[in-house]
């Protein structure tokens, strides 16, 4: 049973439910997820070569707001390099880390939002390695370059074998990432959580599921499909994938006024394939970044998964 | 794509594909195409309309014809001519080089003998032409095109189709010259018969200048050119160029007589002149000059002696300083080359403005067709003075410098292709600012309308009729500037909005209850229970925020305000048709998605003042359209009984600007995030 947590946003904002008037994005795997061995077939696709050297390029320590940050570069996959910055834990190094997966915006980690979330998780205790995904802020391409809903949609999201590529890159970064700070960072094992917001967060449904590495999950933002998706091959559609997250604990945090994870019919769908343990955080606002009231709320959730 | 583009295309037929326009000028226009069946590059030269009108399509291809049938080795051929679509045009190859002009405005003077053997090739060719009866009537530094290291002539036929013209009194002299006054023999200039020997004129025209660096006969105004041709004798070349032998010198003196009988009388004797000239570096010989030449040159020595002084002295210091100018000039592109190699055209801005120069100088012309735009602008009403401020890179933008471009209307101006930002200055305290690309070798023509100053619509941008990328066509209306600030709003709040019932409705949904007027009013109250923004206390708003956009207030409120302004909110066809005008780009400043950030306030670090962000106005200079707060509009979402918010805000990843994420709130809420802006009618002179 789904344990429901305080919900709170925007004064004077109530009534939940969807926007306007969008086609059901429903797909056979929402209905359905596929079985253990087809997932077990799944899992070929994520799998990674260890033994390539990291071959990291680390830059001088950057302060901002007494938050300090490396630039950090490293080989991924065998001709995939990553950017990324750690955020460092005010609290100290052996504090616990979280990996953050950034939404849709062209500057990738490097939004605004996405490094006030990730100071502020320093600020709160955490280590960060935010990392850029395939396409976006220093990894961007010819692919994308506008940046735009459609120029997403039209290259990359519904483009099924593109896609699929492209979340199998995501699942192997976000490995290897792990493995660095595990192996080059001193990260303590079974003190890793994995945080991602909006597109990162559909992602975060089967990162999370495929890495068993992270103790914690928290989807910000997310649902089946965003409403301009069109459909998935089912090894990169996340309803095959959050509920096998288990018994590992998942945070499902959601607006609901999103228009672009429409509760109806993209999120409380997914919200129902989640197995236990799972907490939701229902706010009574739109698909915007939580308040900061939220984040400690996030931040204390994970800080009581992971310790 | 130009409508001459377009006529030329289509003139030319589906052998030839269109590439682009190439730097023409004076009586042609020029077109580079692909000639399909052999893969080669052509340039097609076309007469500009308004001078085909004037010449006989027969005439034309008489006279195109004869130049066809000149194959020489200096002579650029004739590929072939047409007359369609009511253009003139012919073709010819193209040449990689560049022209002697463009040789001569990027180096200087040329070397004596690199100088010498152009014009012995030149003058070889004219000899070729002439004994073909083929007189050409237009010899300049432009005609004249440097292929490796040879020269070849170009533009045979056209000056004499011209002059058929105006002898058939079908050409007027307004706007139309048959040859080039700068470099016309004295005879051509004042209509007499001409023959080759006014070609032999021309040819000394120009290797004087390439030779010196500057054509003998300079002035204020194209009349006192035209006058010295006539009657002044030009200063000696060696005098005023130290390098050039004396030799080179006299036979171009005896080229430049202004008597026909004074020069030589072939093209023959000035290529051998010439020859023998460098290979016997000395005086020439008595024979070499005209013996009119030597008597009139004498008396006029007599006669003038103390104002030849004066005038060598002058023109000894002006030469210095030009001298000085060119060296400069000449420092200036080859610095820039590199620059311009690599189309690192940012670069290219930044050393130009180092240097104090611009694009627009004469000597940069080399080089202007590869990194330049034109930009023209107009407003209605005209005369505004505009300014324009470099944006790229953008990283440095608030060091860019910025220039006067003077007062509307503002004719073609070249700039550093890039994106450039306009202010229309409308008085001390207000301005409209536009953000335009230019491309290289793209004329962008900027129209505005400009707000009117009249006290009720200060303020207000208009918004000229046109599609929306919502919806269809929107009438004109007027758009708020900027989001509605604090201090706005506050005039609002003071002059007792909140108590005049006829601005609010008899009842209010709010968290889906439908209220009483009386029983809403009383959640619409600040910190301390007074009518205002949720945010504010004592009914003012938070401390030096007076300029920021109000926030924490309801649709109710924000429409409101709106009735009280003599506005409403705008409709969802109206916001976007001011964000996005015909929806062309997807950004309010067009398609640049990586430099959101910078643009607009999606900075998760709260609001910014009012239009705070320049690079991000809309294409009607409207600021805030993407980002700072949401704004509530009219429109509700369909069937909820909500209010749509658009724009997305500092609390907002950029992407819920975008339409497809639009959001519709219950009419009650009152957040951080959210604001609003005012819409007026338009008046009737807004197209």
């Known amino acids: 049973m789904l344990r429901y947590l305080c919900a709170s946003a925007i004064l004077l904002a109530f009534t939940p439910g969807s926007m306007v008037g969008q086609a059901s994005q429903g797909d056979e795997w929402l209905r359905n997820p596929v079985d253990d061995a087809t997932f077990s077939g799944f899992l070929q696709f994520f799998r990674y070569d260890s033994q390539v050297p990291f071959d990291a390029e680390v830059g001088a320590p950057v302060t901002v707001d007494a938050v300090s940050r490396e630039h950090l570069e490293y080989q991924s996959t065998a001709d995939v390099r990553v950017t990324a910055w750690m955020y460092r834990a005010t609290t100290g190094p052996e504090a616990p880390w979280v990996i953050f997966l950034h939404g849709g915006s062209g500057s990738g980690k490097d939004a605004p939002s996405y490094r006030l979330v990730s100071s502020f998780l320093a600020r709160a205790g955490w280590n960060v390695l935010a990392l850029d995904l395939q396409y976006f802020g220093e990894r961007r391409t010819g692919l994308l370059t506008e940046f735009t809903e459609t120029e997403k949609h039209e290259h990359l999201y519904n483009q099924e074998a593109a896609y699929l590529a492209w979340v199998a890159q995501t699942v192997k970064d976000v490995g290897r990432g792990i493995d660095y700070i595990l192996e080059e960072r001193g990260a303590a094992p079974h003190r890793i959580a994995l945080w991602g917001h909006s597109r990162g967060a559909q992602l975060a449904y089967i990162v999370g599921a495929v890495d068993t590495r992270f103790r914690a999950v928290a989807s910000v933002n997310g649902g089946h499909f965003d409403a301009m998706e069109t459909g998935h091959l089912p090894a990169a559609c996340g309803a095959n994938y959050i509920g096998r997250i288990s018994p590992r604990p998942l945070l499902l945090v959601n607006g609901t006024l999103d228009a672009d994870y429409i509760k109806a019919v993209s999120v409380d769908p997914m919200h129902a394939l989640a197995r236990e343990p799972v907490d939701v955080i229902w706010l009574e606002t739109g698909h915007t970044m939580p308040t900061e009231e939220t984040l400690s709320e996030i931040a204390r959730w994970l800080g009581e998964k992971v310790g | ?128 032409a002439h004994g073909k009866g083929v007189i050409h009537r237009d010899i300049k530094p432009e005609n004249i095109l440097l292929e490796g290291k040879h020269a070849v002539l170009a533009d045979f036929g056209i000056a004499r189709a011209l002059l058929e013209a105006q ?178 055209l940012d670069a290219v801005a930044q050393v130009l403005t180092e240097a104090g120069s611009d694009i627009d100088k004469g000597a940069l012309a080399p080089i202007r067709s590869r990194v330049a735009g034109f930009l023209s602008v107009s407003s209605t009403p005209s005369g505004a003075e505009v300014t324009v401020t470099r944006v790229s890179p953008i990283e440095t933008f608030g060091d860019h410098p910025t220039d006067s471009l003077g007062t509307t209307p503002l004719g073609p101006r070249a700039l550093v292709a890039g994106e450039y930002l306009l202010c229309f200055h409308l008085s001390e305290a207000d301005s409209l600012l536009r953000v335009v690309t230019l491309g290289a070798g793209d004329s962008v023509e900027v129209a505005s309308v400009l707000p009117s100053i009249d006290d009720t619509r200060a303020g207000y941008v208009p918004v000229p009729a046109g599609p929306s990328v919502v919806g269809s066509v929107v009438d004109a209306f007027l758009m708020g500037q900027t989001e509605v600030s604090n201090a706005e709003y506050a005039l609002f709040v003071a002059a007792g909005g909140y108590r005049n019932m006829a601005f609010w409705p008899a009842a209010m949904t709010i968290g889906g209850q439908t209220l009483s007027r009386e029983m809403a009013m009383a959640l619409l109250v600040d910190r301390t229970g007074l009518p205002g923004p949720r945010s504010w206390s004592s009914g003012m708003p938070p401390e030096g925020k007076q300029d920021h956009p109000v926030t924490d207030v309801s649709w109710y409120e924000a429409v409101a305000y709106a009735r009280w302004t003599g506005g409403e909110l705008p409709t969802l066809s109206q916001w976007y048709r001011a964000a996005l005008a015909d929806g062309s780009a997807p950004y309010p400043w067009g398609r640049d998605g990586g430099s959101v950030e910078v643009r607009a306030n999606f900075g998760f670090a709260g609001t910014t003042p009012v239009g705070t962000h320049p690079l991000g106005v809309s294409p009607f200079g409207i600021h805030d359209m993407a980002g700072n707060v949401r704004e509530w509009i009219a429109d509700e979402a369909p069937g909820l009984g909500r209010r749509l918010v658009v724009g997305g805000s500092w609390r907002d990843a950029a992407y819920m600007f975008e339409r497809s994420h639009l959001e519709g709130f219950d009419p009650g809420t009152a957040g951080v995030f959210m604001g609003f802006r005012v819409v007026k009618p338009a008046s009737p002179q807004i197209p």
Request: net charge negative.
């Open chain 2, 1 to 128: 794509m130009s409508d001459l583009f377009q006529r030329v295309q289509t003139a030319v037929g589906d052998a030839f594909c269109l590439e682009r326009e190439i730097q023409g000028g004076g009586m042609s226009r020029l077109f580079l195409a692909m000639e399909a069946s052999l893969n080669r590059q052509v340039v097609i030269k076309i007469l500009p309309p308004e001078h085909s009108s004037a010449v006989s399509a027969a005439r034309f291809k008489q006279e195109m014809e004869l130049a066809a049938s000149l194959q020489h080795p200096h002579i650029l051929p004739v590929l072939g001519a047409g007359a369609q679509e009511g253009l003139l045009y012919y073709l010819m190859p193209y040449v990689a080089g560049e022209s002697l002009r463009g040789r001569l405005s990027r180096e200087g003077p040329l070397p004596v003998p690199e100088a010498v053997r152009f014009l012995v090739e030149i003058t070889d060719a004219l000899a070729f």
């Open chain 2, 167 to 344: 002898n058939e009194e079908r050409l007027t002299v307004s706007g139309m010259s048959v040859g080039t006054p700068g470099y016309m023999a004295p005879e051509q200039l004042v209509g007499d018969s001409v023959d080759a020997r006014a070609d032999l004129y021309s040819v000394a025209i120009v290797g004087y200048e390439i030779l010196s660096g500057a054509p003998p006969f300079s002035g204020p105004s194209a009349q006192a050119i035209l006058a010295a041709h006539l009657t002044t004798p030009p200063l000696p070349l060696h005098e005023i160029c130290s390098e050039v032998p004396e030799s080179v010198s006299a036979v171009i003196a005896r080229a430049l007589s202004k008597e026909p009988s004074d020069r030589f009388a072939t093209a023959e004797e000035l290529a051998e002149a010439l020859s023998r000239s460098v290979v016997t570096p000395s005086e020439a010989t008595p024979a070499q000059l005209a013996p009119g030449l030597q008597r009139r040159r004498f008396r006029q020595r007599l006669a003038l002696a103390l104002a030849l002084l004066i005038i060598v002295i002058g023109a000894g210091v002006l030469a210095v300083r030009r001298g000085r100018s060119l060296a400069v000039d000449r420092a200036l592109l080859e610095r820039l080359a590199p620059m311009v190699e690599e189309e690192n």
